[in-house]
């Protein structure tokens, strides 16, 4: 839906529509899916993500404490992160938050903040775990359409990374079935997964990981969705598409120097009315901001 | 199943209880096996596996209430094992070929053979000129594994040695492999299946609780207070519950059925296996108390009991099952409480407080019986027997008991 462009109107942030649609899943998963997570573990994990984009925006004198990031990151942690220990919980939250701060290349942070919690410990060992499994399939269609939902309110924000992400894993998964001559349900059966929607839409879709051109960013996606493909289907692992986007997620600043592109920012400001809200794919005015100041409110998932 | 790392010890058992000369197995194994691979395991064993993490009945005595003591009493009730039929029937008529017989063995009272094919069409045809039924449909899912590079390891009884060896019944075919795929091939037994089939699996490990990736893994409802009469039908309840439980959740759901740490267990439905039974199942890693030439022991070792149950039919389920160990060490047992209310004689204070929370009590079991079985309510009621007659349902409305009109 386009605003009238002859008056201005307030920036809409996208974090906001993700916030609640991570929250919706949240309570559903609680509620009703009987995700393996206390009410009490998602605040000490929620908690914990804030106050540490709190201190670490006191740390790094950001003029303004901004909690829509690390809402959304230690939301995603609440719908993946499972362990029986509190302590884990809580390093996991930092790690997730501090790694914003502390994981850059020449202003942008590398990893998105909850693959590179989530990977982080589960490479080093620690007993904590994802389950792909958890979502089932009758949600499928709702939660298809709140992602969905999600592009149309945003008008579409950098998310040809998740379309060319969902349309390489459905070649994958249909290559793939037809190679091993299995029935069509078997392909279908591994797209209806919520876990996949999750991290097509709040995860490899993070804007501020992703590479700045559209080229890239397809080329990206195919490159992690190739990786995913090999663990899954030769290395016979778990979780294939979130160590392949932690690996290739290193790759991006190649990517960007090899293509290279506008750097994206969450909400512009108010002074240009031109373009509302999001900035769109088309705007080739990009903003440029320091190299060596970290970027404001930076993050999703 | 028991799985560390890579390596895979499968233990397969099976309801089968026809004429032994008819039985066969077909399964789909990641490698081919050499002599040693493959064992003939004790049911008692697997018996004793299936009672010690069986769904159970707890059942506690109401103290007198005008005294003040506790009793416990636990009355384990066993559910089936295992139960997995691979029998099949139909034919075909083509000829190919394209089967090698990688190896043959006897094993037990069984003769063994490891095929790999390169054609579906050829390994049927060869199963079939060999005296194997295979039910129609069959050879599209063999080509599908023969593509992703499985053998066929296919089991027949040997009837002389299973009379030399004297067993009435079929051990089960225990088989040890490494390979990094974790998963369970349902698709064959599938393809002859007249309705859903019920798959068990016992999975231990050392790092905790194994679920499947591909499906949703729920845990059954447990905790609950059910009435009294259910202590003589316990299988029955267990079974209506199981099936209100698959269908709530469409039929697409493994259920966890019991997950523990097999160090201890409070109360227990049978003693925990030993360290030799547990050697016997594949966990490789435990230590023997009678072998001398083992090291000593560092430490306890983790044994993690994961019992699973499935209901799968080819619609629900369209890939097989594939699991991962995680890292979770939280114990759950499918456990239904049931409590006996006081029968003697009371004459102090509190009894008529106690009789009237017995009262309320029933009421709720009912309702908790017919939510979890979809069992009517009256029929429950009457079966529960007693007096209904305080019933809320059948008082009129709550205002009228407020105020007593």
């Not at chain 1, 929607?197 to 195919?222: Q, V």
């Not at chain 2, 560390?4 to 197995?25: H, K, W």
């Not at chain 2, 094992?81 to 029937?89: F, H, I, V």
Request: glycine fraction near 8%; charge should be positive; aromatic fraction near 12%.
């Amino acid at each position: 839906m386009r605003a009238d462009s002859s008056r201005p109107r307030p920036p809409l942030d996208p974090r906001m529509y993700q916030i609640s649609v991570l929250s919706g899943l949240l309570i559903y998963g609680l509620g009703w899916l009987h995700f393996d997570i206390t009410l009490g573990r998602a605040a000490l994990l929620l908690s914990t993500a804030l106050l540490t984009q709190y201190v670490c925006t006191k740390l790094w004198r950001l003029p303004k404490f901004d909690p829509k990031s690390a809402l959304i990151s230690g939301l995603s942690l609440c719908l993946l992160l499972r362990t029986n220990f509190a302590a884990l919980a809580v390093l996991a939250a930092v790690v997730t938050i501090a790694s914003k701060f502390l994981v850059r290349w020449k202003g942008k942070h590398i990893f998105n903040p909850t693959n590179f919690g989530l990977v982080f410990l589960m490479f080093l060992g620690a007993p904590i775990w994802v389950s792909p499994g958890q979502w089932g399939n009758v949600a499928f269609f709702g939660f298809l359409m709140a992602c969905l939902g999600g592009l149309v309110v945003n008008r579409a924000a950098r998310s040809d990374v998740t379309y060319a992400f969902l349309v390489s894993f459905a070649a994958l998964q249909f290559g793939r079935a037809v190679w091993a001559m299995q029935r069509w349900e078997v392909p279908i059966h591994r797209m209806e997964s919520g876990a996949l929607l999750l991290f097509a839409f709040f995860m490899i879709s993070d804007p501020k990981t992703t590479p700045n051109s559209r080229a890239g960013r397809i080329l990206f996606a195919a490159v992690v969705t190739a990786f995913a493909g090999f663990i899954q289907f030769g290395l016979y692992r778990t979780n294939g598409i979130l160590w392949s986007l932690a690996l290739w997620s290193m790759a991006v600043p190649l990517i960007d120097r090899l293509l290279p592109g506008p750097r994206y920012e969450w909400t512009r400001p108010r002074q240009k009315p031109q373009t509302q809200g999001v900035i769109d794919e088309a705007d080739t005015s990009p903003r440029h901001r320091p190299l060596d100041q970290p970027a404001l409110g930076s993050t999703s998932a | 199943m028991v799985r560390d790392a890579d390596r895979t010890v499968l233990t397969m058992a099976n309801d089968y209880s026809g004429e032994p000369a008819q039985f066969a197995i077909v399964i789909p194994v990641p490698t081919v096996l050499q002599r040693g691979q493959i064992h003939v395991g004790d049911r008692a064993v697997m018996e004793h596996l299936d009672a010690y993490s069986a769904p159970r009945l707890v059942e506690y005595f109401d103290p007198d209430p005008c005294m003040r003591y506790e009793a416990l009493q636990s009355a384990p009730m066993s559910q089936g094992m295992a139960r997995k039929s691979a029998d099949s029937r139909n034919e075909a008529r083509e000829r190919s070929l394209g089967v090698r017989i990688e190896a043959r063995y006897t094993v037990g009272e069984y003769d063994i053979l490891i095929l790999s094919a390169k054609q579906s069409g050829g390994l049927e045809t060869w199963l079939l000129e060999n005296g194997y039924s295979v039910p129609a449909g069959a050879r599209r899912v063999l080509a599908s594994y023969i593509r992703q590079g499985m053998k066929f390891f296919v089991a027949k009884v040997n009837l002389g040695e299973q009379q030399r060896l004297g067993f009435s019944y079929l051990r089960p075919i225990q088989v040890a492999y490494e390979s990094p795929k974790f998963m369970l091939p349902l698709r064959l037994g599938m393809v002859n299946a007249d309705g859903p089939q019920e798959l068990f699996v016992f999975a231990i490990t050392k790092n905790g609780r194994v679920e499947t990736t591909n499906y949703r893994t729920v845990r059954l409802p447990e905790g609950m207070d059910i009435p009294e009469y259910v202590k003589d039908d316990f299988p029955r309840f267990y079974r209506a519950m199981f099936t209100r439980q698959v269908e709530n959740e469409n039929r697409e759901a493994v259920f966890l059925e019991y997950a523990w740490n097999m160090s201890w267990c409070d109360p227990c439905a049978a003693d925990p296996l030993s360290a030799d039974e547990l050697r016997s199942l594949g966990a490789f890693w435990v230590a023997s108390p009678n072998s001398g030439g083992n090291p000593p022991q560092t430490g306890p070792q983790t044994t993690f009991i994961t019992r699973l149950h499935v209901r799968y039919d080819a619609r629900h389920f369209p890939e097989d099952l594939v699991f991962q160990e995680t890292a979770d060490q939280s114990n759950f047992q499918a456990r239904y409480v049931m409590r006996h209310p006081w029968k003697g004689e009371g004459s102090c204070d509190g009894i008529g407080e106690y009789r009237r929370s017995v009262r309320e009590r029933r009421v709720k079991e009912a309702e908790t019986l017919a939510t979890l079985t979809g069992w009517d309510l009256a029929s429950i009621r009457r079966k529960m027997g007693g007096d209904w007659s305080d019933d809320p349902d059948k008082q009129g409305p709550w205002w009228d008991r407020m105020w007593k009109n």
